[in-house]
């Protein structure tokens, strides 16, 4: 998430599903009020907030709880459901970071290994090195290489957006820093990651997610669009973006249809929330990567002018919540769709959300705030005595 970024309604084998309020809220199980508070907050995000739309899914081990409030689409008034898809953004850098482990794993690269060595002559410009930036730098937005998202100008003069003209919009800037003395986030960083994925597996990225990770765990609505693919396939909720106006009145746009290229590894992919759970479960829970792998992906650094309260891992994060719990996983946002998916460091309890705006009125800055406030509902109650 870049600040100023088999079955999809079951997170995980033998989920009890509880929906969110109407007929079944009385006979929901012990623990029903913590759902009652998330409830309450997803609707207070589209009264006060504004929103066109929320949606979240609650895992606590073999209990799943999933709400919804406002609307997926203003002209027809559909409502949200646990079927959608959406835009994922930064989301997507988890997925690519797990398939650069799982190659580490199998001896087909290593974290040391330099950009260079992989992808000759491809990091240079402005002082950029690519002898010099290792792959674990890229992961963790060590690198100090460019971020080409911060050049929309750039990127607005292409038609169209190869990961290799991203790259060079990149390579017309000077780094941020020298490679390893500092941290900030750069989606070119992902970008070259990708590219390195197809240069040492000979296949598309769009392949190896869907053969690695979407196959094996039965995500049937997780996808990396190919090429300039601007549609989202299959059931969803409309985009809505305000372009990142501030103004409460500033115009709307449906950005639902998207040239999702000019983010490709970096954030392009489409998913939904029980995908999302059942991904980040697994992964957190150690059933994707070996010990060794497991243990590099989760090692942190200190995130600066980021989320607050961040550190970052190789394409996973943790944050500290305002009542001192940390959860771990990563968020997304881009044009229409902000996601959050967070939860405990094994996996058991996890909370995934998206709004279908990117925007927030009333007492949230931004949609972040929301996604605080429902993690603290989660993961901050303490249990009655």
Not at 24 to 49: D, F
Not at 104 to 127: K, Y
Not at 223 to 243: A, C, E, Q
Request: overall charge negative; hydrophobic content about 35%.
């Amino acid at each position: 998430m870049h600040r100023h970024t088999a079955h999809t309604d079951s997170g995980r084998p033998g989920a009890e599903p509880v929906k969110a309020g109407g007929a079944n809220s009385e006979s929901a199980p012990a623990g029903a009020e913590g759902y009652e508070a998330i409830q309450r907050l997803l609707q207070h995000a589209v009264t006060h907030g504004g929103l066109p739309g929320i949606l979240a899914e609650v895992y606590d081990g073999d209990r799943q709880w999933f709400g919804t409030a406002g609307v997926a689409d203003t002209r027809t008034g559909r409502k949200r459901s646990q079927q959608d898809r959406f835009r994922i953004g930064s989301i997507s850098k988890t997925f690519v970071a797990t398939v650069v482990m799982q190659l580490a794993a199998e001896g087909r690269l290593s974290l040391d290994d330099t950009a260079e060595q992989w992808l000759p002559g491809v990091v240079h410009g402005h002082h950029h090195d690519g002898a010099r930036a290792n792959i674990r730098m890229l992961l963790n937005h060590t690198s100090g290489i460019f971020n080409y998202t911060d050049d929309q100008e750039a990127l607005n003069r292409y038609e169209t957006h190869p990961p290799e003209s991203l790259v060079q919009i990149a390579m017309s800037h000077a780094p941020t820093f020298t490679p390893g003395s500092g941290w900030a986030y750069s989606n070119t960083n992902y970008v070259l990651a990708g590219m390195i994925i197809e240069r040492a597996t000979g296949r598309a990225l769009a392949e190896e997610i869907t053969e690695r990770i979407s196959r094996p765990l039965g995500l049937a609505g997780t996808y990396l669009p190919h090429g300039s693919d601007p549609t989202i396939h299959g059931p969803h909720s409309r985009h809505y973006t305000k372009l990142f106006q501030t103004d409460p009145g500033a115009p709307v746009h449906d950005a639902t249809e998207l040239d999702s290229s000019m983010f490709w590894a970096a954030g392009g992919m489409i998913s939904t929330a029980g995908d999302l759970n059942r991904f980040f479960s697994a992964l957190l829970g150690g059933r994707i990567l070996p010990p060794d792998q497991q243990r590099d992906m989760f090692a942190t650094v200190p995130a600066r002018d980021w989320i607050s309260n961040a550190a970052y891992g190789l394409g996973v994060s943790s944050v500290r919540l305002p009542c001192g719990e940390t959860v771990w996983g990563m968020g997304g946002a881009l044009f229409g769709s902000w996601s959050y998916a967070y939860g405990a460091r094994d996996g058991e309890q996890m909370v995934i959300t998206n709004v279908n705006g990117d925007w927030s009125n009333g007492a949230w800055d931004d949609p972040i705030g929301i996604f605080t406030d429902l993690l603290q509902a989660k993961f901050c109650r303490r249990s009655d005595t």
